[in-house]
């Protein structure tokens, strides 16, 4: 019984340092780090709105902290609960795959990631791409897990959580638990239990989907998961050149009479298109939030979109590959827009304690060294990335068919995200760092699991 303390203990005190490990960047930053976008999701948490563009999950998951935590202690605690969260799905990670792995080797190898890759830049940013790794990881964990163990229908609880707080995990989800599942299934699981968590990673997955189309349809009367989606895939196909063919061959006819008198006038570039004051669509859509005119704007947008790739299903799909390839390699870390584009005039009006703290940071000061720190996680991230396939073929020739499911998960989810971030909405470093350090961290897992079992 002493034994069993001593072990639980040690374990608390893993997961603990682990946290902690997670929250340096915030803490050297002097407040948690934030994001332009993350103006919008305050507007939940502080206010009673939701949002269009992304999911409004993530700032109700933030609404109980900042409420019974006024001032500066509200975002101190998201961004603890955030790394507590993620901690305790690497240590359970790591626990599954190295079970005979000490507790000061489980601390050796998230202190490695901590230093070598983004996953703290993202764990201690108030954004919803800390959960984005995280996501894979437990989706695997439940996935992969005997149905009847206590505790499975709770991690697909959280994984369902996980995949509601940004509209792009619910693929991400999909594709990790597909992954897993028929791996399990090439590997010899029993057709009962293929048949248990395909039932479970179904009604995950179709709990996620009704939650985003219950609330975008009360709050905007938009049956959908993602109301404004083809505004962000018209920048997308407008930057790619598929758009401007087909209003060349529609206007006059059957495309949409206002959006052909601005056709020319469209900027190429996607974000200058999306947010730039100075795009013809601004005035029609940023200026005129959830009215009948903005509604009416994105219908339209989303002609030109069903349209665009209707028509040219070939180019869309090579345009869409490409972005993809561009997306899965960029992954520099601390693509955070600061200070220049970092305002984050809602969050301080909601909350003038913090004003201080924001502009006193050393992301508002400029002082981060993203430089160095860029360099240090891009070097360590770029050298795993090489190495996953010849941890595939170690895995394959070690007929280890919980590594192999689970390296083929990541590698699959990997090109699920850049194909949903770079190809579906724009080709940015942050999408992909937010995920990718789950790759440095599975082979050092790997390494310490293997090197037990040869022992």
């Known amino acids: 019984m002493q034994h069993l303390r001593t072990i639980r203990t040690t374990q608390a005190e893993v997961f603990f340092a ?34 269009l563009d992304r ?24 961004a603890m609960m955030q790394c507590a969260i993620i901690a305790a799905v690497v240590i359970a990670t790591a626990r599954r795959l190295a079970p005979r792995a000490s507790p000061l080797a489980i601390f050796s190898i998230v202190l490695l990631c901590c230093a070598l890759t983004s996953l703290p830049w993202h764990a201690a940013q108030l954004m919803p791409d800390a959960f984005a790794g995280a996501l894979v990881l437990l989706t695997w964990l439940a996935a992969s897990r005997d149905f009847d163990r206590p505790g499975t229908a709770l991690l697909w609880l959280a994984t369902a ?9 619910l693929g991400v989800a999909a594709v990790a638990a597909v992954t897993t599942i028929l791996g399990s299934k090439l590997m ?79 900027p190429q570039d996607s974000q200058e298109l999306l947010w730039s004051k100075r795009s013809p669509l601004y005035p029609h859509i940023q200026k005129q939030i959830a009215s ?5 704007w994105i219908d339209m ?18 345009s869409a590959a490409a972005a993809t390839g561009r997306q899965l390699v960029s992954y520099a870390v601390l ?10 005039p809602n969050f301080i009006a909601f909350n003038p304690a913090v ?58 989810s990997l090109l699920a995200n850049a194909a949903m971030a770079g190809a579906l909405s724009d080709v940015q470093n942050r999408y992909q760092s937010r995920i990718v350090w789950i790759v440095p961290f599975i082979e050092l897992l790997m390494i310490v699991r293997w090197r037990r079992q040869t022992s």
Not at 161 to 169: K, N, R, S, V
Not at 292 to 296: D, L
Not at 301 to 318: D, M, N, Q, W, Y
């Open 18 to 51: 682990a946290t902690m490990l997670l929250m340096i960047p915030a803490i050297y930053n002097r407040f948690p780090l934030i994001f332009p976008d993350t103006d919008a999701y305050m507007k939940v948490a502080y206010g009673h709105l939701w949002t």
């Open 292 to 296: 009948a005119e903005y509604w009416r």
């Open 335 to 344: 693509n955070d827009k600061c200070p220049s584009h970092c305002s984050v």
């Open 188 to 266: 010899g699981a029993s057709p009962k239990e293929i048949a248990k968590q395909t039932l479970a990673a179904v009604v995950m997955l179709a709990s996620v989907i009704t939650a985003h189309i219950t609330a975008n349809g009360l709050m905007f009367d938009r049956w959908t998961i993602s109301p404004t989606g083809s505004w962000f895939l018209f920048a997308r196909l407008n930057e790619d050149g598929l758009v401007p063919l087909w209003l060349e061959d529609h206007c006059g006819t059957d495309a949409p009479v206002p959006l052909c008198a601005i056709r020319h006038s469209l």
């Open 161 to 169: 959580f996980m995949a509601l707080t940004h509209y792009t995990f």
């Open 355 to 412: 004003a201080d703290n924001i502009h006193n940071s050393r992301q508002l000061r400029d002082t981060l060294h993203k430089p160095f720190i860029g360099s240090v996680v891009g070097i360590g991230t770029t050298l795993a990335l090489l190495l996953l396939l010849p941890f595939l073929w170690l895995a394959h020739r070690r007929r280890d068919a919980e590594a192999i499911v689970l390296l083929w998960a990541i590698t699959i």
């Open 301 to 318: 947008l989303g002609v030109a979109t069903k349209g665009s790739i209707r028509e040219h299903p070939l180019r869309f799909a090579s």
């Open 55 to 78: 999911s409004a999950f993530y700032g109700l998951f933030m609404k109980p902290f900042v409420v019974l935590l006024p001032g500066r202690a509200g975002p101190w605690v998201i």
